[in-house]
């Protein structure tokens, strides 16, 4: 089991930047692939990254390459999702998820989430 609690969110102006974290519990947490998800009002949830139990594997939605960046601390049971270069199309609640073993990009390749945190950026 894996317990993940997300912070860091909040109200941003666009161009400025934002650090999640999310806390992991269990002493298996270097051994699940984490990712974050995001979900706008009315859409569906969708991929933003996700990053392997080594860090060596890394994926980033389209739409946010080259401005965000996700990273981890297997030693502090935390994975960070940097966000620079907002726009007020990354509004959303942002969800922190885990998977035991390789990536994925999909929701349904995750079984544990954190509660979601609310981003909101504006113009």
């Known amino acids: 089991q894996v317990q993940l609690v997300e912070s860091g969110g909040g109200l941003v102006q666009a161009g400025g930047s934002l650090r999640l974290s999310c806390a992991a519990s269990g002493r298996t947490f270097s051994s699940y692939t984490m990712a974050w998800f995001r979900q706008a009002p009315g859409k569906e949830r969708e991929f933003v990254a996700s990053?392997?139990?080594?860090?060596?594997?890394?994926y980033y939605a389209d739409s946010v390459k080259g401005r965000f960046t996700i990273s981890r601390d297997n030693a502090q049971n935390t994975v960070y999702l940097q966000m620079n270069s907002l726009k007020p199309e990354d509004t959303a609640v942002y969800y922190c998820?885990?998977?035991?073993?390789?990536?994925?990009?999909?929701?349904?390749?995750?079984?544990?989430w954190g509660q979601g945190i609310q981003v909101t950026v504006s113009s």
């Open positions: 998820a885990a998977k035991f073993g390789g990536s994925g990009t999909y929701r349904s390749d995750y079984n544990y």
């Open positions: 990053i392997s139990v080594r860090s060596t594997i890394v």
